[in-house]
């Protein structure tokens, strides 16, 4: 296992339920399929139903084992990533499918969000926050992303900042606030690891040296009131 990035669930924590819950693996790479699936088989309410190595095998499986959630790697042969998603997504719309991958630009967050995928983590984190976005995927109480193409009003497009990405932005604007880190990674869909790591390069970026200077800074450049 390496990184996580998460999608985070709506509201407290979920209860274990009494029926282990089906998920189907698939990844490329023997050793992480091994580790993912020794890192499952250690919670009692996780039911390994199968595991695929590439694109095409995973689309086959979801069919002959019917999961309930799929927890895939983004890159795999034969058939990509976003197009699996697409796949499973329509033929069998009940399957949740969380992304397992270690790429953490967001073209590729925000790509498989949009193609279906309920939850995107990235290899790295606890293990043990893999099994809660699986058990939050089952439960509906992981948000989709937006696929209408609308964003929305005040989003970070329209108040970008000179030299800060658009997550950047979206997470600098969500500090002025005044929300914690819990809450920015909730609404932007990220691991609070992941909040924290951006606001490190925001800090650097516009060279302030904690959270009240960089929201003095969108305050005095008139991205916050």
């Given at each position: 296992?390496?990184?996580?990035?998460?999608k985070?669930?709506?509201?407290?924590?979920i209860?274990?339920?009494?029926?282990?819950?089906?998920?189907?693996?698939?990844d490329?790479?023997?050793?992480?399929?091994?580790?993912?699936?020794?890192?499952?088989?250690?919670h009692?309410?996780?039911?390994?139903?199968?595991?695929?190595?590439?694109?095409?095998?995973?689309?086959?499986?979801?069919?002959?084992?019917?999961?309930?959630?799929?927890?895939?790697?983004?890159?795999?042969?034969?058939?990509?990533?976003?197009s699996?998603?697409?796949?499973?997504?329509?033929?069998?719309?009940?399957?949740?499918?969380?992304?397992?991958?270690?790429?953490?630009?967001?073209?590729?967050i925000?790509?498989?969000?949009?193609?279906?995928?309920?939850?995107?983590?990235?290899?790295?984190?606890?293990?043990?926050?893999?099994?809660s976005?699986?058990?939050?995927?089952?439960?509906?109480?992981?948000?989709?992303?937006?696929?209408?193409?609308?964003?929305?009003?005040?989003?970070?497009?329209?108040?970008?900042?000179?030299?800060?990405?658009?997550?950047?932005?979206?997470?600098?604007?969500?500090?002025?606030?005044?929300?914690?880190?819990?809450?920015?990674?909730h609404?932007?869909?990220?691991?609070?690891?992941?909040v924290?790591?951006?606001?490190t390069?925001?800090?650097?970026?516009?060279?302030?040296?904690n959270?009240?200077?960089?929201?003095?800074?969108?305050?005095?450049?008139?991205?916050?009131?």
């Amino acid at each position: 296992m390496d990184t996580l990035i998460e999608k985070p669930g709506i509201g407290g924590a979920i209860e274990a339920p009494a029926v282990p819950l089906k998920v189907l693996i698939a990844d490329d790479h023997p050793l992480v399929l091994l580790g993912v699936r020794r890192t499952l088989e250690s919670h009692e309410d996780i039911e390994i139903v199968g595991e695929a190595h590439s694109g095409a095998e995973l689309l086959a499986l979801v069919e002959r084992r019917r999961p309930e959630v799929v927890l895939m790697d983004l890159r795999m042969p034969d058939v990509e990533g976003e197009s699996c998603i697409r796949a499973i997504s329509q033929s069998r719309p009940e399957v949740k499918i969380v992304v397992l991958s270690a790429c953490d630009d967001d073209a590729s967050i925000d790509g498989a969000l949009a193609a279906g995928a309920s939850a995107y983590v990235i290899k790295s984190v606890s293990a043990v926050d893999v099994a809660s976005v699986l058990r939050q995927a089952r439960c509906g109480a992981v948000r989709h992303a937006r696929t209408d193409g609308v964003k929305p009003a005040g989003c970070a497009a329209e108040r970008a900042v000179p030299g800060l990405t658009e997550r950047e932005t979206a997470i600098l604007l969500a500090v002025s606030r005044g929300l914690t880190t819990r809450a920015i990674s909730h609404e932007l869909w990220v691991s609070e690891h992941t909040v924290k790591f951006h606001l490190t390069n925001i800090y650097r970026k516009l060279g302030v040296s904690n959270r009240s200077s960089a929201v003095r800074y969108a305050i005095e450049h008139g991205l916050a009131t």
